[in-house]
């Protein structure tokens, strides 16, 4: 296993800060609860690698949250992602299609 995985979830992590905040943004415009729950959901891998940094004392696996729970996230964040991108796609056209009449 090469460092690109390792280097790709801290990535996600740093990624996930600026996420949390447009996709909550998103949410005081829409007040639809599917960005409310992406925008946290982009924040639970720092939470879960906090967890892992304060309970972890030198002999965890690491290997393990690289195979297992790295590509759980990335499934999950891809899936709440695209509903929230597909859900604020349809609320504008909603806006839209209201301001033309």
Not at 36 to 49: I, K, N, Q, R
Not at 69 to 95: D, F, G, N, Q, W
Request: charged content about 15%; overall charge positive.
């Amino acid at each position: 296993m090469g460092p690109m995985i390792g280097y790709s979830y801290f990535a996600v992590i740093l990624l996930g800060f600026p996420l949390a905040i447009l996709f909550a943004v998103f949410f005081a415009k829409t007040r639809q609860y599917r960005q409310l729950v992406c925008a946290l959901m982009w924040l639970c891998p720092f939470g879960y690698e906090a967890f892992i940094q304060s309970r972890c004392t030198g002999e965890c696996n690491i290997r393990v949250d690289l195979l297992v729970v790295y590509p759980l996230e990335l499934i999950l964040l891809a899936v709440a992602t695209t509903t929230c991108v597909v859900s604020i796609r349809k609320h504008s056209r909603r806006r839209d299609k209201g301001s033309a009449r």
